[in-house]
């Protein structure tokens, strides 16, 4: 019996609502990152491969460039939210009942509030991020898709001769002219080949992730938002319980006084 109530103790002091929020915030940082990455790496091989587009030999600001920093930032951001979440996670268990029943409401109130307020403040920052990374990845799902579809309409196509123009996309610069047109065999490889339709999934996957990050966002607001009114309370609660005991000390001083004096006025 001991130990089924240890047990029924422990389950009621998980923060459940943080756990799914981070569980959520993992899953979307993880499919957006790993796909993320290798959706870029598919990028650079169908540029270099059917658009013929070559990595600049110096130090310049060229496609090439800017896809190894976004990969960098990709490696931040896992890092970053993977310790996000574990912070958010341990401020989800220090406003549970098991820890306030164990440390007392007057250390989870004082400190609670203001790491609470904190928190919102952050998560907010956050969620207005990913929805800009969501709006930023969506990009690329939108060019992928246009080839892909042409790629999956190819006998309607082949009268018009359509091209696809980087510089429209802005991955080139204006005086390069790096077009593929349907009618080029470069064009049919690149759509019998699994790259361009391994990549266009691949950053559909990353933005369902972005956007499984947002709600992962908006989930914690609520739960944080629900935290601080709760350590709100518990502070009022506190400071009314100790100006009551202070009021009925009051009253046992002032009984205890009169007691001993009719005591002496007797003797």
Known sequence: ???????????????????????????????FCGCGHEALSGTVTILQTYFDVVRSPVDALDVFTMIDIFKY???????????????????????????????????ITTCGRCVSAWFIMLTYIFMLAWLGVTAFTSLPVFMYFNIWNTCQNTTLVESSNVCFDLRQYGIVSIG????????????????????????????????????????????YLMVLSANWAYVKDAC????????????????HDIHSTRSKERLNAYT
């Open 176 to 219: 390069e002219e790096k077009k593929l047109c349907t009618a080029s065999e470069n064009f049919i490889k690149m759509c019998e080949s699994n790259e361009l339709d391994l990549t266009f999934h691949l950053f559909v996957c990353a933005l369902a992730g972005a956007g499984a990050a947002v709600i992962a966002m908006v989930h």
């Open 236 to 251: 009022r609660m506190q400071k009314y319980e100790d100006i009551k005991s202070k009021e009925e000390q009051e009253l």
């Open 73 to 107: 930032v990709i490696y931040g951001v896992a890092a970053a939210f993977f310790v996000y979440g574990i912070l958010l996670m341990v401020e989800g268990f220090f406003t549970t009942g098991a820890i306030r029943d164990l440390y007392g409401d007057f250390k």
């Open 1 to 31: 019996m001991g130990c089924s109530e240890c047990c029924l103790k422990c389950l009621s002091g998980i923060p459940y609502a943080s756990l799914i929020a981070t569980i959520l915030l993992y899953a979307g940082v993880a499919l």
